[in-house]
RNA sequence: GCCCCGAUAGUUCAGAGGCCAAGAAUGCGGCCCUUUCACGGCCGUGACCCGGGUUCGAAUCCCGGUCGGGGCGCCA
């Protein structure tokens, strides 16, 4: 106990020191609370501390001083986050995460910022890191976007990732529906959709949610086959439970007919996976163990985590959502950018106009620059709402 | 209509019941350094959304509200 009087007059002294030479004898309580203290001890070592906070209270503020730097060595500091929070659950060398935008043009400021957290989680802690092209959309894939993006990578990431891209894993996709027929937990649904959302709205079963896992390897064929099912005539959904309290999480899709030309698949394929069904099989089979991504997926985290479990998985991804960057002047809608390219409003993807990684890189941005920003934002899940002045004000300090 | 989530200085973050009479970065004001600019250093400025509850003690836990965001696509 001669310790906890000891610790008592440091905390005093500190207190003391920091608020103009008086001490505020709660502070220092609760200071104690941290060393051993226990709540049952307070009322009969009250008046002890109270006499410790006196005595320094009448000490001159040269003579704490004095006292205070040879106590000071007892006690402890309140930790804070600098620099990268920890990760849970994370494991030396075996943190395997991704980022995974869409082929539908170059990266931008949005990309670089939730993509450099796991980027720079895969570098602290050793794993693989994955870039994943998603293009499964036929109709929302620029062929120009493949190159464009993984240059963007190269940069960002120094070239040390590896690139993926979905439409060529499209077989993978294919054995993991019929997996899923097979289980019981997907079926063929040939209602037309606004007759779905009347069931989703009305909590019904549609009708096709009771036809025979065999009857449904046979429609699932007939989606595959250019002699079966028409574009916009079935679709694959996933079994959840048409009564979830949640409306987004009844009978979601995972495939559809698109007949459309793919810019790198062309007519190869007429079914396309769903990005939910995508993504949960390849962070399956990529063995993900954590997946950082914007908040607007946290619905489709939970799709994607039903579909995990419906296949057997037990663990899922440990997953952290983050707020959205938000510009009250600044554009980031890759298709608007597209189109003002297109009208001429902008000269290129490289225009000092445009908040894409091509444009500031030329700018002289530095990915350390992004990086250090990322880090800053941490796991923060609220929105950012930045006029462009503060947001670029702010990179700068980081660029140095 | 139904389901999620968030809220700390102008901005972004720290904070996981007591070392918080709230810390940092950036901004803003001032001083110093520099031939000027930039960089750097020092000082100052400035915030826990509102209302209840639990507790000896709440930024932190619980309930209600407000505001903001997202989802309920054969988009991602």
Known sequence: MKNLEKKARAYALKNSLSYGGKASINSVISSLFHEGLKREELKEKFKEIEKIVNEVNSLSIERQKEEFEKLKKIISERKKRVGLPSLPKAKKGKVIMRFAPSASGPLHIGHALTASLSYLFVKKYGGKFYVRIEDTNPENVFSDSYEMIKEDCDWLFKKKYILLIQSDRMPLYYSYAEKLIKRNSAYVCSCPSEKFKEYVQEKRNCPCRSFSIKENLQRWKNMLNENGFNEGEAVLRFKSNMKDKNPAMRDFPLARINLQKHPRQGKKYRVWPLMNFAVAVDDIELKMTHVIRAKDHRDNAKRQKMIYNALGKKTFPWTAFLGRIHFRDFELST?????????????????????????????????????????????????????????????KSFNK
């Open 335 to 395: 298709t608007k950018m597209r189109e003002g390219i297109v009208i001429g409003y902008f000269s290129g993807w490289d225009d000092e106009k445009l908040p894409t990684l091509i444009s500031l890189r030329k700018q002289g941005y530095k990915p350390e620059a992004f990086w250090k920003f990322a880090e800053r934002i941490g796991f923060s899940e609220s929105d950012k709402i930045f006029d462009k002045k503060e947001f670029f004000t702010l990179l």
